[in-house]
């Protein structure tokens, strides 16, 4: 093993005290290492030129619900490269994004409260990271009410929007009523849950309608529009921008924004152990030449790999020469797959029967693709 000087801007980290650079390559328009510290860390990084890929997101199945592996969503996509991407449910509703997902301009998720997210064009050239918050909004008759939420569990008191992308039905409760809309249309009124959602269409699902005059003001064949808006919490001239771009995947929390270390995580209300506890890492960064670095930390392997606290994570992105950054799921959904091969060592899911470490299944994928793979 060869002991190297990587090109970090400060070296104030304990974690960065020696680094071994145990393997790298490069090829034309993108590079890997695989770098041991003395904490130990085991870190993986792959650098990416959007001049030479494509940069895309991707959900199991192409669906709201359900999980892959990293590895298969890879091979399935013909992808160059791939890292597991966002936080997803393990409910009944397993996969489900946690936070805000759009991918191609359709929405699979929407976050509840302020949350990280990274924002992209086609070409993955136009790039925005901040935190957001998300609101969705339907008009009808002059009038516009703001609903509660987008492709998730709908309560008895809830108004919930269901996108073709969710599944194939609404999966609700039988109480309350179901509008399907079609091209800006209320083609269907029904009187029960689990209501087929039509392609390229919309289910509006109302827990309670007796009481509401919501309800009664809706008929077949009446324009309803829909409009979802993401508002970012920190620069509001990007708005515009943050609305038209395809591609949006989720995080929490933001670590770099604009040049900066972030150190106060508190507006994105995650919880303590999450941020002060070693865990792997996977994290997204964008450097100043406009290339993309996606970084996973193998954890939870005391004398291989303690994982990074996000305070040390963000430091790490910051040091790489990041000028925005973002941390993405982690823990056993990190994974990092490059020629469709596995190349860290994620510690995935205990399987009960057999008491043997497997892969887990993640919701959704950053992928690296051929510029004809998009």
């Known amino acids: 093993m060869t002991k190297y000087k990587f090109p970090f801007k400060t070296t104030h980290l304990s974690l960065i005290l020696a680094l071994f650079i145990c393997c790298s390559f490069q090829s034309n328009g993108y590079s890997y290492k695989h770098i041991k510290t003395d904490e130990p860390q085991s870190i993986h990084i792959l ?13 199991a199945f192409n669906m709201s619900l359900g999980r892959e592996t990293v590895e298969t969503l890879s091979k399935k996509n013909n992808a160059i490269a791939a890292v597991n991407g966002g936080f997803f449910k393990v409910d009944r509703w397993e996969g489900r994004p946690s936070g805000i997902l759009k991918i ?31 609101s969705v909004k339907i008009s009808f008759s002059g009038k ?4 509660d939420g987008l492709n998730r569990p709908r309560k008895l008191d809830e108004i919930i929007l269901y996108s073709s992308q969710f599944n194939s039905t609404t999966l609700t409760s039988p109480e309350g009523k179901e509008f399907i809309i079609i091209n800006d249309k209320v083609v269907a009124i029904r009187n029960e849950g689990n ?20 309800c009664n003001h809706i008929l077949v064949g009446m324009p309803m529009y829909i409009n979802i808006e993401i508002t970012p919490q920190s620069n509001e001239s990007t708005l515009k921008l943050w609305n ?43 450097l100043p030449n406009g290339h993309w670095i996606f970084v996973v930390v193998d ?23 990041s000028i925005g950054a973002l941390n993405l799921d982690g823990g056993g959904s990190s994974t990092m797959v490059i020629a469709n091969k596995v190349v ?31």
């Open 299 to 321: 954890g939870n392997q005391e004398h291989l790999s303690k994982g990074m606290t996000m305070a040390e994570l963000a430091d790490y992105m910051f040091n790489l020469g």
């Open 195 to 214: 209501s087929a959602i039509p392609p390229n269409g919309f289910v509006l699902s109302v827990g309670k309608c007796e009481s509401s005059d919501f």
């Open 104 to 134: 191609n301009n359709f929405w699979y998720g929407l976050p509840l409260q302020p949350r990280g997210a990274i924002a992209w064009d086609h070409n993955a050239k136009t790039v925005l990271m901040d935190r957001v918050t998300a």
């Open 47 to 59: 650098e990416v030129d959007p001049n030479h890929f494509n940069i895309k997101p991707v959900h």
């Open 144 to 147: 516009t009410y703001l609903i």
């Open 244 to 286: 038209s771009v395809p591609n949006i995947v989720g995080g929490t929390p933001l670590l770099i924004k604009n040049g900066h270390i972030i150190r106060d995580f508190s507006p994105e209300k995650t919880i303590s152990s999450f941020l002060t506890a070693r865990h792997a890492r996977t994290a997204v960064g964008i």
């Open 344 to 374: 860290n060592d994620p510690q995935g899911d205990i399987d009960e029967d057999q008491s043997l470490k497997k892969v887990r299944k993640v919701s959704d994928a950053i992928l690296i693709l051929e510029k004809n793979e998009y």
